[in-house]
């Protein structure tokens, strides 16, 4: 059988390594299709979603809203928190309404966690860092707080710094829906074959490694920067659960409304009308 590429793009953190362990370890049968995995942070592969230049590419929930002329949602592969997500910290304690007057750090202004901090927060000062250089800027006092996405989550206290807000239990108080921060989207070039067989090994790659967690968790260790492995066990437990095999109805309707806030808000310029295969 010919074999044909298929580009996918994830960022380097212990849960996205966890989804396609399967895909990258050779652990199911693929039917033809060989997986070029890019390994990118999640801005830069917002930033390449819009242009297209992927075939499947792990995409914020927010940068959905300037690709949906290209790409679908998959079901399968969605980044869920269920009451938690990004953190807002800073180094002393301090409210909410304290961060009207601060630079905060963000990891991107396309991401998920920049959307909730907006929609939390308002109109707020920040500053553009890469995910992981964002308690070191704080720091260093290139920020007065940081918005943190990925295992930031899980360390921040060890580094000495204090909770201000936990944006996924914002929204939950909120909405009581969980917080969509990202999905798996695909190239609706592709065409509906493709795109379901595709659909259908990204779904089966999520539950051989939740049906084999300790290796595919050992596996994701390349990607844990530091963390011991049951940290990255937990993490992965908080971003790989059930909604990651299929978003279900409060996943839908997280995304919807979460778009849809966003639009009324003046964050996103148009009416999003969102597209699962």
């Known amino acids: ?21 399967a895909l990258a370890a050779d652990k199911i049968d693929t039917e033809g299709l060989t997986f070029r995995h890019v390994i990118q942070d999640i801005e830069t592969l917002n930033r390449r979603a819009l242009k297209g230049e992927l075939d499947i590419t792990a995409v914020s929930i927010h940068a ?5 002329d290209q790409y679908a949602l998959l079901t ?8 938690y997500g990004p953190l807002l910290v800073a180094p002393k304690p301090m409210s909410i ?16 966690a920049y959307l909730a901090l907006r929609l939390c927060v308002g109109d707020v000062d920040t500053v553009v860092i ?15 707080a940081g918005l943190l996405i990925h295992e930031g989550q899980l360390t921040y206290a060890a580094r000495g710094f204090h909770k201000v807000a936990d944006l996924g239990e914002w929204w939950m108080q909120e909405t009581g829906l969980p917080l969509p921060l990202g999905g798996n989207a695909i190239r609706k070039s592709l065409g509906p074959e493709l795109i ?3 659909s259908r090994l990204l779904r089966e790659s999520i539950e051989y490694g939740l049906a084999h967690r300790t290796d595919a968790v050992r596996h994701s260790m390349a990607y844990a920067r530091g963390m011991e492995t049951a940290l990255a066990d937990k993490f992965v437990g908080m971003y790989v659960n059930d909604y990651t095999i299929d978003y279900g109805d409060r996943g839908r309707e997280a995304v919807r409304l979460l778009l849809e806030r966003g639009h009324q808000a003046g964050i996103i310029p148009n009416p999003v009308e969102i597209q699962f295969f």
């Open 1 to 21: 059988m010919d074999k044909r590429e298929i580009t996918l793009g994830h960022s380097p953190d212990p849960d996205d390594a966890f989804m396609f362990y």
């Open 64 to 68: 959905y809203a300037y690709v949906l």
């Open 196 to 198: 379901e067989k595709v």
């Open 76 to 83: 399968s592969g969605a980044s869920i928190g269920d009451n």
């Open 97 to 112: 309404d304290e961060l009207r007057g601060v630079k905060i750090a963000v990891p991107g202004k396309m991401t998920t």
């Open 130 to 144: 890469p995910f992981d250089e964002i308690m070191d800027a704080v720091e260093r006092g290139d920020a007065g």
